[in-house]
């Protein structure tokens, strides 16, 4: 009788033994996947946010050029190839803020990232010298607000 209950005591603590492991790994598991799509998540958000900057830092220039091209001669072949590349370097630009809205829900950032996207489309339209480097230092100002918005998100983010 003795062997049998020493043998049960035996059974059972082998078998809460198992289930205690059990029970640690799949909660290791779980931090381990959970801290895995947190590190993928921030690799997104660092991308976009670079990525978003880098093609609104390009929409500015060839909306200069473009500014530049239409006061030199607003017929001619420069100017209608400036004003197609501000055409596609603010289709590239809208597609980086529409990603770049997909990984975050930052309201602020948004916000930032929508106005100097708007600041940026509105350079080609100065009256004059004065009034496109005003527009352009505007522009400038925005993106620079949003970079140092993202980089205190990126930073937040990775502690």
Known sequence: MESVVTSLVAILGTL????ATYVFQ??????????AREERLWQE?????????????????????RWHREREDSLSTAYASARDE????RANAT????????????QELDGLASLALRLT????????????TDRGQKARRALLDFA????????????
């Open 16 to 19: 809460l033994g198992a289930i």
């Open 26 to 35: 799949m909660r290791t598991a779980k931090q381990a996947r959970q801290s």
């Open 45 to 65: 958000r660092l991308t976009a946010y670079s990525t978003f900057a880098g093609a609104l830092t390009d929409f500015r220039k060839s909306q200069n050029d």
């Open 86 to 89: 501000s055409y596609r370097q």
């Open 95 to 106: 597609a980086a803020l529409f990603r770049l809205q997909l990984v975050t829900a930052n």
């Open 121 to 132: 489309e509105e350079i080609h339209d100065a009256t004059d010298e004065q009034d496109r």
């Open 148 to 159: 140092q918005a993202a980089a205190v998100d990126v930073q937040r983010l990775h502690t």
